[in-house]
């Protein structure tokens, strides 16, 4: 007779065990009989357990096992993983809460993108169970609600009906992923409050949960009933606006009024107060969040719509204000922020400062410092990280400076102080300075002219670049910046006439940021503080060429072909040929078509398969050549590996320029764009002939249809004079993975001579900290190109040293040069 789970008893293990079917995090049983008698009791320090989907029975230690209720373990059961199973039993306040939840339940759903609001609908197994003494996972089906509805993923669950609702509006998930949003912590002893407490609740005031230990603070929308027990509804999001103060009146209730004084009532009003708006009829109430200024005025932040939940009234208990500012936020946690201020002489045009909004803190750019008509204070323009503001730039009809629509707002600069997001202890970063502090050479900077400081040697590299807080300084999305760079600036002058060359005034501001701001440190100290590539980003918006530029991940070459063409008015980098016109470009997206037979290509390969299958040819030798790789998107490469090319051949893909046989090695007339493929020859190479082999190579019958093209010799080239092979040289190598960009640059002769940089390697101060910018070494790069091809490929990417798995797995660019061109062009 089979047993069932009302005859077992379960257990989760929670250490190493020496066992091939069960691991720390594994569910098994144990019959009722054998508990008694053998772990009640516990004859030894082993029992006897079947694993959950285990075919077998194991041994294991008493003391690694913790006994489960039936609906701890399906819960636990559908979790996916050990680890993740041990980790949420350990976490314990998740399951607790879990056990108790029940249908009809409001719930806030927590996905990778944000918290949904839902009620649950289903609790119980996704798939039925097939071993006799085994159970199902539990899962909760949630029906979104509000707001929400439609972020889902079906109606109901999938092709079995669990529950019913409209489609798009359903999930399915484990416990974890769901809380209560009255906390089921709320235990029999805190719905034995005070009977007389509860009763006195009343619409308008500021309550929080009996045992919530965040203090978080709601507003009491209305009271009622609902089945005989007294309820109150709540609010249950922070979505707020700012008002000028002076429109809206505290709400003195019965139990405030002894706290009424005959101050100002502009001046009283604090966070987690109760107000309305002077002229509402309704008497609508609102909660007010916190208390700031926009353009030198007093606002309040208050609440601005009603979604609520209804909960018990003994669920939750008054907070008794005083006439002082209890640093409290709806739905936050309590905390202390002293204020301060910063004169003057500290804070200047350009400075990076952060200030209190009432609804936390915000984020910009000084732009204008000085005195607005009505105003006795010094006060100062801010252009915002996001669009909080009032204006773009102007204040009562007069423009003080520009910038994008409500990203403006003008404060008292007294209100500012330091972006403490780059506030990195001197201790830690040696040169690195802020917007009040300044380089040994910074008060004549801007002075005249300045010269380019020369790119870093390979004897500079291990002084300059190598270590923690070294290249550029991440913030924000710019690792793609950062990167791009890095790369072109750092070790090589490849593309320094960019920052020489004559522009007109609007583009000069960006040229003397790229030069001044972010080259000359490079090259110098070794670092670059993350505000100057915001100073960059926020030019090229002001240029109006992508309204994200400050905010949003871009790509490599979007970036470098508006630095390029657009701002520094740069000559092409590359002129192709093609059935006889000429098309320029800044980069070269390598194609492939479907027929290639590349598994393990080089760049060399690919780039000459990528030119043969376009019909393509180089109308002249580039001083720069940037090559994006065959990729569908970021996400998704055509090849496993791509092995770099540290020497580039592209003395076949000119149009004009002597060839030479690829047989006998004399000068080249023919060309057979069939043979390119012919499994005969190398993979790598163009086909061109003498005309002695080529007749030998088409004699064949299989080749004697090949269509033959001709090779034309420059006018007056002399046959016996040898001309040298057109090479570039592989100077950088930009890597992304999940949509982070990475840079390789190799900076010396030797196959060794590769650093690896990464603009947010590290962080400090969580999320109102700042990017730790790290540079390494990495001469294991050199190990593997050493290496057979046969040998490199049947290398596994995880097993690689160190960071060489990036180099050769994730290439999304790779930057080559023309040794011979790059001083003249």
Known sequence: MESTKNDVKFFILTKTINSKHVQPGSL??????RYESDYVNQKGPTILVTGMGSKGDEVVLISNMVLLSTKEAELLYALNGND???????????LKSAVGLTIDTRVTVITYKQDLQGIIRYIGPFTEYTHANTISGTFFGIELQGNDKGKGQYGGITSKSFFHCENNNGLLVPFYKIQPIVPSSLTLSAQQASQKQSNQITKGETVRYVEDESQALWLVMG???????????ITTDNRTIDVPMNYVARVITEHKAQQASSQKQSNQITKGETVRYVEDEDGALWLVLGVGEQEGEPTVCITTDDRTIN???????????????????????AASVEPQTYSETVLGVDSLIEFNLAEGVGYGVIRWIGVVPDRKDTMCGLELEEPRGTSDGTFKGKRYFSCPPKKALFVKLESCRPDTRFSIPSSAKPGITFAHQKHEDEDTRHEGPCDTVDHIKTDQVDRILIGRMKGIQGHCNSCYMDAALFSLFSCTSVLDSLLFKTLKPEDAEIQNTLLRDIVNPLRSKGFVEGRHIMK??????????SHTFTTHEKDPEEFLTIIMQHIMALEPLLKLSTA??????YCYQIFLDQNHSLVLPTIQQLLEHSFHSNGLKLAEAPSCLILQMPRFGKKFKMFDKIIPSLELDVTDLLTEGPQYCILCGQIALIECTECFKDPVFSQTGFKVFCETCSAQVHSPSERQAHRLGKLLLPKGFQESLRVPLVKMELFAVLCIETSHYVSFVKHGPKSQDWIFFDSMADREGGLNGYNIPVIEACPEVGEYLDMPPAELANQVPRDMKGVAKRLFCDAYMYLYRNPALEFYR
């Not at 993740?84 to 998740?94: D, I, M, P, S, V």
């Not at 009271?223 to 509804?233: F, I, K, T």
């Not at 006889?580 to 470009?585: D, P, R």
Request: glycine share 8%.
């Open 536 to 545: 960059l980003r926020q030019q090229l918006l002001n240029h109006g060429y």
């Open 28 to 33: 098994c049983y144990i019959s009722n009989d």
């Open 580 to 585: 006889g016109t000429v098309q320029e470009s």
């Open 223 to 233: 009271v009622g009933d609902q089945d005989g027990e007294p309820m109150v509804n």
């Open 311 to 333: 909960v018990p009234m003994n669920f939750v208990t008054r907070v008794i204000t005083e006439h002082k500012e209890p640093n409290l936020f709806l739905g936050a946690s």
């Open 84 to 94: 993740t199973r041990l980790k949420w039993f350990q976490e314990k306040t998740a």
